[in-house]
Every structure is written in C-alpha cells, then in structure tokens.
C-alpha cells in the first residue's frame, strides 16, 4: 500500500506540472479580470441563470450522472472540459447546486479550491465568494496563490486549513467543497465538518459537497470509511448513503473516471505501480 501511495504522489505531481502549464499560459487573463471568463464567456451567464436559479433540485445524497455530465457540456462546455479528472462534472454539478439552492447576492465559501474556476463563476454570476485554501502543496494542492488571487480579484482568499486558525470574521450562507473531502485524514474530517457547520450557522445555511469516492480499486475501503464519516458529520443516513454506492455500482449512467483520464494521471508512472480504478462522484448537501 505504501508504494501505491508513493507512486500516486508521483503522479499527482505530473499534474501539477501540468497545471503550472496551463496557468503560464493562461496569463493572458490579467490582473484585474477574473479568468473564469476563459471558460465560460459572459454572454453565457444569463442563460445559466435563466436554466438552474431555482430550479435544480439537490438531494442529501446522490451522485454524478452520465446524464448531468451530458447537460453540462451542452450548457457550460468551457467548464466541463476544464479539466482531465472528476473535477469536470463536479465543478458544473456544483455551480449548478449553488444556482438551485442559494439566492444570488448570498456569501460562499468554498473549502480547498485550488484552481477557482467554479469560485470564479460564481462570482460573476452573483455570489460573495471566500475561498481557504492553504496554496501550499498540502494535500497535491497548487501553490500558485499569487497568480490566483490575481486573475481571480473579485475573490476573497484566506491561506490556511480549513477551518482557519484564526476564525471567520463573517458567517455565510452556503459552505461547499470540489474534490476536496476524500483527501482529509478521517481523523479531521469531524473539525471541518463541525466548521462548516458553524460557519454557515448564523444564517441558516447549507453545506454541499462534491466527493470522488473509489468503487472498486486500491483504496475503496478508506474513500469508503472516509466518506461513511463525512456523511455521520452531516446528519446524514448512513443507510442512503449505502443505497446510492449500491446504486452507483449497479447504474450504466454513473459517470465514472475514464480510461483516458487516468492514463494522463498517471503520466511516465508504470502502470503496474498505479493501475486502474472505478472512481465515481458522490454528492451531498447537509
């Protein structure tokens, strides 16, 4: 297990490299504009609204579709083809989640965002949005906050774990995370989730969160463990949660990871030493 850890490290490094690749390349956005506007234009904003304010309905637990995939790319191409992983459902799913179930206007924050694109959406599509996210390595993190908070402006960044060392100086009204979750020891998962608890408390908020959770493959009994305690912290039903991964396993429509999708994680790491798995979205709102 130690050595599949160690080449998964290998290989989340390669994507990082990548993503400094793209950011370098993706300096033409410029201090003062926020680069979510390379992905999804502003003409494309209204009919966002016009399709999912108040209209996307978000279960306590479900799980990304084939079907919600296919949506996406025909309603925010730009978003769902940002990247090579999970992160291209889950970040239309969530911008789509946020549009369904809070008012525009209110305050996010967003756990661990790395790159904002969905931040940077939902800035423009009328959210105060706060990211915490140390940019430090930590957890295969980026570390290129200075780019960041420079083509992200309208973005509020706080560096630090989730939640901060130094408290929230406002509270907020919806709490969210992208591919975030999975990567908590499970010993902390309890301090976040009580921390989002607390911060959207004063305000009657939500929390909703977008998971990669491995079905079958090394791993899959600690993504299983991991995320049997992240829906105890929610109040959630461990008995649904067990009904949707049945369902996930069971379900042609389930988007899963793909072939290609894993082989550009694994960059120059034999396969031997990082083969592949079943890896779904599991979504959540508490």
């Not at 930590?138 to 939640?163: K, M, T």
């Not at 607390?198 to 969160?209: C, K, L, M, T, W």
């Not at 949707?244 to 034999?270: C, F, K």
Request: aromatic share 6%; proline share 5%; glycine share 10%.
């Amino acid at each position: 297990m130690g050595q599949v850890k160690e080449t998964a490290k290998r290989a989340l490094a390669s994507v990082r490299r990548r993503l400094k690749a793209r950011l370098a390349a993706s300096n033409g956005a410029g201090a003062g504009q926020n680069a979510s506007t390379e992905a999804i234009a502003d003409a494309e904003l209204w009919p966002l609204r016009e399709l999912y304010r108040g209209r996307f309905e978000i279960e306590p637990i479900s799980y990304g579709t084939v079907r919600d995939y296919a949506d996406s790319t025909e309603n925010m191409i730009g978003l769902a083809a940002a990247s090579a992983d999970m992160k291209n459902i889950q970040r239309c799913w969530m911008v789509k989640a946020v549009l369904g179930a809070v008012e525009p206007g209110s305050r996010l924050l967003e756990i661990g965002a790395g790159e904002p694109l969905a931040a940077g959406l939902l800035s423009r599509l009328g959210y105060e949005v706060t990211i915490v996210d140390p940019y430090d390595g930590s957890g295969n993190g980026p570390r290129e906050y200075a780019h960041f908070a420079s083509v992200y402006p309208d973005l509020d960044f706080i560096r630090d774990q989730f939640p901060p060392g130094a408290g929230l100086e406002r509270p907020y009204d919806c709490v969210y995370s992208i591919s975030v979750l999975e990567h908590v020891p499970i010993e902390a998962i309890d301090a976040v989730i009580a921390g989002a608890r607390a911060a959207v408390a004063e305000r009657d908020g939500i929390q909703i969160h977008a998971v990669d959770h491995v079905l079958a493959g090394w791993g899959a009994d600690s993504h299983r463990a991991g995320l049997e305690r992240i829906v105890a912290g929610l109040g959630l039903d461990a008995g649904e949660l067990a009904r949707a991964i049945e369902a996930m396993e069971l379900d042609p429509e389930t988007y899963l990871v793909s072939a290609e999708a894993h082989n550009q994680w694994r960059g120059q790491v034999p396969y031997d030493s990082y083969p592949m798995r079943r890896i779904g979205s599991v979504q959540l709102r508490g």
